[in-house]
């Protein structure tokens, strides 16, 4: 379904709901993490691209907060759109009340960023509707934030960032300490094929948290702010750690030397190199970080017997889409 048919899903929508023509429309992307899962909220660099998929909001002013989508099945999407009318207005940003009409070509709960592709075009719609404007980077730390606390989600800044920043088949490396990013140009022979395991998580049900503290508690026990920057040296001291500890830094640590390798790789055109260092994440995150699942496990095995460069899972885990090289 082309990313057009959910603009025009999303103003018919509007038309049905409030009785009227939206006055504004914004979208954006979902994004694929080539690779890079759970390091970003370690302090890591990942390297997302953006995906021709896309969130597209139609909105106008109202008289009162109003918000609707053809995600009929799911009301917590609210918690997102809302939080971010939320934040915007706890920022300053004078956002009228608005309504708002949602609909969206990125598939929930598939590793591809719907939550992030929500929030950014809910923010660029009441931007738009409050004649404001954020920088890209003020955007992306804004809905992070909503996603925070107002989706009770811990996530990294990566999804918010690649969302806000990248054009669509574009990748950025994005040092998630920093806050700093790069483009990174993609081999013209490289094809990037994303394939849906049709097992669908929600980050909010709290296996992406218990991850996230389990980063937490490795960093805390080893004394460094961003435990994807621990020194080699002292990788040894992992092994001290319980043992569930241990595993998920040991895919930290290794997982952020892989994108430094990746993105080397890929700037060389290497791309058996890349491919096999897809693979590697892919062992990393089933085995050590436990966000796979069986689905996910046949897509890249499959794909391996057909020939890919590589292949692993994306995003968060417990489901959702793989990434595959050719």
């Known amino acids: 379904m082309a990313a057009s048919d959910a603009a025009t899903r999303a103003e018919s929508l509007f038309r049905s709901a409030f009785g009227a023509a939206p006055t504004h429309h914004a979208s954006a ?21 953006a995906i ?10 109202a008289k009162r907060d109003a918000a609707l989508s053809e995600w009929t099945e799911d009301e917590g999407w609210r918690r997102y759109a809302l939080g971010v009318l939320a934040e915007l207005r706890a920022r300053g940003v004078a956002v009228p009340p608005i309504a708002m009409a949602v609909a969206s070509d990125v598939p929930v709960g598939a590793g591809l960023s719907s939550s992030a592709a929500l929030e950014v075009a809910v923010a660029r719609a009441a931007l738009a509707v409050a004649g404001a404007g954020l920088p890209p980077r003020e955007l992306a730390l804004l809905c992070q934030r909503a996603e925070h606390l107002h989706a009770g989600v811990p996530c990294g800044v990566m999804d918010q960032w690649c969302v806000a920043h990248a054009a669509c088949g574009e990748a950025i490396a994005l040092d998630c300490a920093a806050l700093v990013s790069r483009t990174i140009a993609l081999p013209p022979a490289l094809r990037i094929e994303i394939a849906d395991s049709g097992v669908r998580h929600a980050l909010r049900d709290g296996g992406y948290a218990s991850r996230r503290a389990d980063v937490d508690a490795a960093a805390d026990a080893l ?19 319980p043992a569930q500890i241990a595993r998920r830094a040991r895919h ?5 030397v892989r994108v430094d390798a990746a993105t080397d790789a890929l700037a060389r055109g ?21 966000v796979s699942v069986a689905e996910l496990d046949e897509i890249v095995e499959r794909a391996l017997s057909r020939g890919a460069l590589g292949a692993r899972m994306t995003g968060g885990g417990f489901g959702g889409c793989a990434v595959i090289a050719w």
Not at 252 to 256: I, R, W
């Open 223 to 241: 004394g460094v702010a961003h435990l994807a920057r621990l020194p080699r040296e002292r990788w040894r001291e992992i092994d001290a750690l």
């Open 29 to 49: 992307s979902g994004r694929v993490n080539l690779i890079g899962d759970h390091i970003d909220y370690a302090g890591g660099t990942v390297l997302p691209m």
């Open 270 to 290: 290497d791309l058996a190199r890349f491919g096999a260092l897809l693979v590697e994440s892919h062992a990393s995150l089933r085995d050590d970080f436990d």
């Open 252 to 256: 930290v640590v290794t997982e952020q």
């Open 52 to 61: 021709s998929a896309r969130t597209h909001v139609a909105a106008a002013r």
